[in-house]
């Protein structure tokens, strides 16, 4: 599947714009870090805005891009507006306390798990070597890693993560063609 | 009538710059691309003679439309590619229009696939939605029985998919205008499928279909997954419409089945959405319900928790086909385990790319060198792997060259290169088209970043 038409063109508007406006605000020459750095917070606020209020990761981009006071001076007046409408009307305050609930109900859970065994289980000596454990612990392990990868899933569960990662592949993806294009077109 | 058919050829000109962006960085592995080949590579070759500019707005691809619209009388009798674009056409309706920058044989092939197009034309309306297409693109979801469909959309090649996705998709417009289409479909549908009225399959129904009406995307998009974060946000106004489109075929099909089957818990502006008008006690009684009915199927423990289970597997295996579509090369692969870990990679992959890009783009931007930059820039060692793991468009031989290029420029030193940087860029052209050309330039004056430049699948 592939991300609408709009959504790229968007994105290219978006980002251009963003790239002039630093260029024209950065004055001097900065650190190629700094550049770097920049440039993705534009990319990504562009890429967000572009996306819109569909999608999880789209505003756990703005709400972190809004946090960081020192964005605001390359994102632009215009698109400060835009990110508080996106970001504030769901009291999207990012993950933090929301996780940190979550978490302490995983830690309870863990030790509840170690103390109480279903009935039907083999006995510990043997619990390594069944497969459908170590499946669930290698599935585990992974979706935890997707958490990681993907702004703003941590706090989703197995069914919205897997969908969020599959919008988020699609937008990515068209992402990733629009600036190799684009960075074609610049010369690089 | 006039003003519809110029928006359905802008459609299909879209429709085909991206596939023929699919087909050019072949990433995608749908049939549709295979037969895309053919005529894609015409339309790349343009791409390439034009220098590869961004997409095309909007506006442009309307002005193809009109011209080609005007042409269009002048060359419906040219069939010299009837033959190839008779299979094609039918699975890729609307087959793209080509651009017009070689007017004379870009017309004469736009005018014959606009002929081709007209005689599919029933088959295009379906597939083409305009974009007051909520609710056909909702007629579409009603058959939550039929999960299979979407996959049949991006990637029928036959005809009898085709005839099989008109029937549908005749069945679905009939539904909403009257509920009798709904009720054939689900009766014709014969095996006793759970009748579970969540969102799941028909949020995923609208990725696929987001591919035939690009121009909905927000709103598309937006109601899919405005869907999924309904239980968290209420006022998600913006999936308001996919929701409500989604909401239609709800009540229709409330007629079919048990009455006391109720939907999933909406948020209070479901009470906006205008049901079709046949139910009006089942749309009053439909914003209070809260839990899904779900019917356990034949043969099947009727336990309340293993119908749960069994729901919750149903949706992830569900999404996990998804992915398995999106992700290249996981067609093989089944399971969980797996299949997380190519997802994994390949979100990885994607963002790396993306990073280069970035990086790429503020160097250009940075008027002045220094040396510092320059180290920095030569650092990535991960271009070579991507440029080695992708290598999909270019040929074995150049792959084979530039991945040696890579290499060796890298660990060649870094006090040629930052003698060489200052004049990069006319020597990075120079080289790359060199390159283009099967000529094998010298090695040592490679610069990093135009030797993978070209070719770069995605």
């Known amino acids: 599947m592939q991300a609408p038409r709009n959504f790229k063109h968007d994105f290219l508007k978006h980002f251009l714009l963003g790239l002039h406006v630093s260029r024209d605000s950065s004055g001097g020459m900065m650190s190629l870090n ?3 750095r920049e440039i993705k917070h534009l990319a990504d606020a562009a890429m967000a805005l572009a996306r819109g209020d569909g999608a999880n990761w789209s505003r756990a981009l703005i709400a972190g891009l809004a946090k960081k006071e020192n964005n605001e001076a390359f994102i632009g007046k215009k698109h400060c507006k835009e990110f508080e409408s996106i970001a504030s009307p769901h009291g999207y305050h990012g993950t933090s306390s929301f996780l940190k609930r979550k978490m302490i109900m995983k830690r309870k859970s863990f030790n509840s798990r170690l103390k109480v065994r279903k009935k039907g289980f083999p006995s510990p000596s043997s619990s390594r070597v069944i497969p459908s454990v170590l499946a669930r612990r290698i599935v585990r392990k992974r979706t935890q890693v997707l958490k990681r990868i993907i702004p703003g899933a941590e706090s989703l569960d197995g069914i919205s993560l897997l969908s969020e990662t599959l919008d988020y592949v699609v937008y990515l993806r068209a992402q990733a063609n629009i600036m190799q294009r684009l960075t074609r077109v610049f010369g690089v | 009538m006039r003003s519809w058919s110029e928006a359905k050829l802008s459609f299909r000109e879209e429709r085909k710059m991206d596939l023929g962006e699919k087909g050019k960085f072949g990433l995608e592995k749908r049939t549709v691309d295979s037969l895309n080949c053919n005529t894609t590579g015409l339309t790349t070759t343009e791409w390439n003679q034009i220098g590869s500019l961004p997409c095309p707005s909007a506006s442009m691809v309307d002005s193809f439309g009109h011209v080609i619209w005007n042409q269009l009388p002048s060359n419906t009798h040219n069939l010299s590619f009837s033959n190839a674009q008779a299979t094609a056409s039918s699975s890729t309706i609307g087959k793209p229009v080509p651009m017009n920058w070689n007017p004379s044989d870009s017309l004469t092939k736009g005018g014959m696939f606009f002929s081709t197009g007209m005689g599919m034309l029933p088959l295009s309306l379906s597939q083409f ?10 007629a579409r979801f009603s058959c939550f029985s039929d999960v299979a469909y979407p996959f049949i959309v991006p990637g029928s090649s036959d005809a009898t998919a ?39 399959p028909n949020e995923f129904s609208e990725p696929e279909f987001s591919d035939d009406a690009r121009d909905e995307s927000p709103n598309s998009s937006k109601g899919v997954f405005g869907i999924n974060k309904r239980k968290r946000s209420n006022q998600d106004m913006e999936s308001d419409q996919g929701q409500a489109a989604a909401q239609l075929p709800f009540e229709a099909a409330k007629d079919v089945t048990d009455n006391k089957q109720k939907e999933e818990k909406n948020s209070s502006t479901m009470a906006n959405v205008k049901p079709l008008g046949k139910n009006p006690k089942e749309s009053g009684e439909a914003p209070k319900e809260d839990y899904i009915h779900v019917r356990a199927r034949r043969g099947q423990a009727t336990n309340s928790h293993s119908l749960a289970e069994r729901v919750r597997r149903e949706k992830i295996s569900e999404r996990m086909k998804f992915l398995q579509d999106l992700v290249p090369g996981c067609s093989k692969v089944t399971g969980k385990a797996v299949m997380l870990d190519e997802i994994i990679n390949y979100v990885q992959s994607l963002q790396r790319q993306v990073e280069l890009f970035q990086t790429r783009t503020g160097s250009s931007s940075v008027i002045g060198f220094t040396p510092e930059m320059i180290h ?3 650092h990535p060692p991960h271009q070579g792997l991507i440029q080695v793991g992708m290598a999909g468009v270019m040929n074995p031989s150049d792959a084979f060259r530039r991945a040696l290029n890579v290499q060796l420029a890298s660990t060649s030193g870094f006090k040629d290169s ?13 080289n790359v088209v060199q390159m283009t050309y099967g000529n094998n330039p010298p090695l040592k004056t490679q610069d990093l970043n135009g030797a993978p430049r070209d070719g770069f699948p995605l």
């Not at chain 2, 679905?172 to 799941?200: V, Y």
């Open chain 1, 34 to 36: 700094e550049r770097e």
């Open chain 2, 129 to 138: 939605p305009c974009d007051a297409g909520f609710t056909e693109r909702a």
């Open chain 2, 162 to 200: 085709e005839a099989q996705m008109q029937k549908n998709e005749a069945d679905r417009i009939e539904a909403l205008k009257g509920r009798s289409g709904l009720i054939d479909q689900s009766s014709n549908s014969g095996s006793p499928m759970k009748e579970q009225r969540e969102k799941g």
């Open chain 2, 376 to 378: 920095q820039q030569l």
């Open chain 2, 418 to 430: 930052t003698q060489q940087m200052t004049n990069a860029w006319d020597e990075d052209l120079h």
